[in-house]
């Protein structure tokens, strides 16, 4: 447009040139700059980038975009700064990462793997560093997870050699066009006004022609998972694909799997099926084998003990190798109170969750801590 006879003149120029300079200077850089460099540990340098450029723009336009440019600094989180401190090829960078971990840690040997808030911190506008950024007081700052695994040893060499991020890409454009198509089918399905909050459900009509797939009722299963006794009456009737509406089911089979509406599983009878099924086999082989063999020895391991070695591995690389993407199945190690002569406390025992109900004890964590 501003390369066309648009016939603006005094104030709509103007406005139309402050446009057209912020988009040459400031979002087409930034736009290319991310689809070259969209690396996990480039995130937090785009926005020392974007601050950069925006102090170059007339005060007018830096106030209209600061509220912007702060609720979108999701990668200015003390997590992604601190990777890309530590991925950073300056000494300076690499130990400022190393002591804010290790202050973190305060003496432990790992780092905190609990579940805590994602909240996008304040920015520093006038930030020129990685290390200026964002505030490092105690309490907004948080280890990446990726370096909770590492022992202080470990976090200590990243000093000598900076340590490599693995390689997550923060925009791609096939992620792009998922969240648009997933968004416009979520509209179609239920809706953008008040009246279709989280107690409505609207048709679902449309969604067969937006998603290009055709449903079928009598294949369809539906079920309510609420604490509230009245949230399925209020949905029955209300939920229907093709006009024909379908009734709610007090539990759905997914994959031989069957979950009811406390979401309680019933994979212990499924692989109790499994178990008897094998039992009924391992007695055919062995009765073939009765002639020759007057003492039968099923050759084959049970199933169980099948499930439970690939238990015991997955624990293994949580556990001793500190795999970082099982690092969520990390367990303290167990402390013991007293040693006897005779018995002495295994280094790799680890301590046992409290189970105060057998579907607890079912679990993984549950069941392989206590192998």
């Not at 939920?239 to 539990?251: H, I, S, T």
């Not at 007057?294 to 293994?316: G, I, N, Q, T």
């Not at 040693?339 to 406390?345: A, E, F, K, N, W």
């Amino acid at each position: 447009m501003w390369t066309r006879k648009h016939r603006l003149t005094s104030k709509e120029l103007n406005t139309l040139e402050i446009l057209v300079k912020y988009c040459l200077q400031v979002y087409f850089k930034l736009y290319y700059d991310i689809k070259v460099h969209h690396r996990l540990e480039d995130g937090p340098k785009h926005i020392i980038t974007q601050l950069r450029v925006m102090r170059s723009q007339p005060k007018k336009v830096q106030t209209a975009v600061t509220f912007y440019v702060r609720t979108g600094a999701w990668f200015a989180h003390s997590e992604c700064v601190l990777l890309s401190l530590m991925a950073n090829q300056s000494e300076d960078d690499c130990r400022f990462a190393v002591t804010q971990i290790l202050k973190l840690r305060a003496g432990e040997e790992y780092g905190d793997t609990s579940v805590i808030p994602r909240i996008t911190p304040k920015l520093n506008l006038s930030a020129t560093s990685l290390q200026t950024l964002i505030s490092w007081q105690p309490g907004q700052v948080h280890e990446p997870s990726f370096t909770c695994s590492l022992s202080g040893d470990q976090i200590q060499e990243i000093l000598v050699k900076p340590y490599e991020v693995p390689e997550f890409s923060i925009h791609t454009q096939s992620t792009e066009r998922v969240v648009k198509q997933v968004t416009e089918a979520a509209a179609a399905v239920v809706g953008h006004g008040p009246e279709t909050g989280s107690s409505g459900l609207g048709p679902t009509t449309g969604a067969h022609a937006l998603l290009q797939v055709t449903f079928a009722p009598e294949k369809t299963q539906a079920m309510v998972v609420s604490r509230s006794p009245a949230a399925g009456p209020a949905v029955e009737g209300r939920l229907r694909f093709g006009g024909v509406p379908f009734p709610l089911q007090e539990a759905v089979k997914v994959l031989g799997v069957e979950v009811d509406r406390k979401l309680r599983s019933c994979a212990a009878s499924h692989t109790r099926r499994l178990d008897s099924i094998q039992r009924r086999a391992l007695r055919l082989v062995d009765a073939a084998d009765a002639p020759a063999q007057p003492e039968p020895v099923s050759p084959l391991d049970s199933l169980e003990h099948h499930r439970d070695v690939a238990a015991l591995v997955v624990f293994h690389k949580a556990q001793v190798q500190g795999v970082p993407h099982l690092a969520g199945l990390r367990q303290p190690p167990r402390i013991a109170t007293r040693s006897t002569r005779t018995v002495l406390t295994s280094g790799d025992a680890v301590e046992v969750p409290r189970s105060r109900a057998s579907q607890h004890q079912r679990t993984f964590v549950g069941r392989v801590s206590r192998m």
